[in-house]
């Protein structure tokens, strides 16, 4: 599944901005009561990265059903 929303990402020029990235790391954050933040993490906004990328490509999915 995650091959085929990568694929619809690509095809529909998706993209994901810091801000979006930022954003969970926040809510991340903030849920854990986390003082020191999980943002210099690289290999933690590039999972991000690419769960928000597939969940914009669920969303077009859905809004097609």
Known sequence: IELFLNKIAEAENLIVSDEEINSVLAAADNAVGSKNGMT???QQKQYIRAAILRRKALD???SFA
């Open 60 to 62: 077009i999915l859905v």
């Open 40 to 42: 210099s993490d690289p």
